[in-house]
């Protein structure tokens, strides 16, 4: 929607959102029609811990340039960034073609979106925003997993140890949660599930080490907070 149109919708669910128990960290939403980059000062004073964005809207250097003022006040602001599945502006189809079963999104643009996204910010975002905390949803669609086909193509390798880079294990079990530590290592995952829509592997898939890192450890790193204590 245009800014004027999609103002009083994304007021009306930030504020929502931070009405709701102080406990519950909330990712404040912005227009991008255009980004405006006070927006994210803006809903940080006001509670938000973060800022998140669809994988769409920094899914090349075209689109992370148009997003470079929301990164920069994020950046500057100490504040983390979550890249969630969705389009960016300006699509001119349909996120899920007429037809398809209700899987087919999750599974193809949801996964194509992320790892173009990933791929994106490590390749042109990160040199730009060298200490932006990043988590990406959904084990940025398994982009990590491919560091040997970007290697092999020229691409920067270096991306999967990277500290600032997060991923969420919405919607992935043990096989996939395991393949991509064994990549970027346990210290850049964080748990997260895909309530209501889909139930959440349990947290201790890995084990209890794992398990105290997802939830509390790397949590409070990704947030820029101290640790909380985890139970047993």
């Given at each position: 929607l245009p800014r004027a149109e999609a103002e009083p919708l994304l007021d009306a669910h930030n504020r929502g959102l931070l009405d709701l128990d102080p406990r519950l960290g909330v990712w404040g939403a912005v227009s991008l029609r255009p980004p405006v980059a006070l927006?994210?000062?803006?809903?940080?004073?006001?509670?938000?811990?973060?800022?998140?964005?669809?994988?769409?809207?920094?899914?090349g250097p075209r689109s992370l340039e148009r997003c470079a003022g929301v990164l920069d006040r994020l950046e500057a602001n100490n504040a983390p960034l979550l890249v969630h599945p969705g389009p960016g502006p300006g699509r001119a189809q349909a996120y899920a073609e007429p037809g398809a079963p209700g899987w087919w999104p999750a599974m193809t643009r949801y996964v194509g979106d992320m790892n173009a996204a990933?791929?994106?910010?490590?390749?042109?975002?990160?040199p730009r925003h060298p200490r932006l905390r990043v988590v990406f949803a959904m084990l940025a669609g398994g982009a990590p997993l491919h560091v040997e086909r970007l290697g092999a193509r020229g691409g920067p390798t270096a991306s999967v140890a990277d500290p600032g880079l997060f991923y969420d294990t919405s919607s992935y079990g043990a096989r996939t949660i395991d393949a991509i530590v064994r990549v970027v290592g346990v210290d850049q995952v964080v748990y997260g599930s895909d309530r209501p829509v889909v139930d959440p592997a349990p947290a201790s898939v890995l084990g209890p080490a794992a398990r105290a890192a997802m939830v509390a450890t790397n949590v409070a790193r990704l947030l820029g907070e101290r640790p909380a204590a985890v139970a047993a």
């Open positions: 927006d994210v000062d803006d809903l940080l004073a006001a509670g938000a811990v973060g800022i998140s964005l669809p994988a769409g809207a920094l899914a990933w791929h994106a910010f490590v390749a042109f975002g990160r």
